[in-house]
């Protein structure tokens, strides 16, 4: 006869079988993570895209809105004040790479391909 512990290994065993196999359930609710959703996907959703009002780009926005058009304006004034429309941060700056020079005076710099192993990319 089979001990208690023994019993309840095989019978945890086929509870998490089960629920191995157990579709996951899709919900229509919106994701929790706002911030990452693009504006018309917030906007359809009903969530009130808000953006600090005291800002330079804020600002600049409102003024060009009705010349250039919504999202012309955000663009250009991302750029012209270099901070971000939504959160009013400072936009990072590109990262800059390091230039290696070859045997024949080549200038490369070093990315990652595909396969993962690095490769050489002339300028």
Do not use: W
């Amino acid at each position: 006869m089979p001990s208690a512990q023994v019993k309840n290994a095989k019978h945890r065993s086929r509870v998490r079988r089960r629920q191995r196999n157990k579709p996951r359930r899709q919900t229509r609710d919106p994701p929790r993570s706002v911030g990452v959703l693009f504006y018309k996907q917030r906007k359809s959703l009903g969530i009130e895209i808000s953006m600090p009002k005291g800002t330079r780009v804020y600002r600049c926005v409102q003024e060009l809105k009705d010349k250039q058009g919504y999202g012309s304006a955000i663009a250009i004034c991302q750029t012209s004040t270099k901070q971000s429309y939504q959160t009013g941060k400072p936009l990072s700056a590109p990262k800059k790479r390091k230039l290696y020079t070859g045997n024949r005076g080549g200038r490369f710099y070093k990315k990652k391909g595909k396969d993962g192993k690095m490769r050489k990319v002339y300028v």
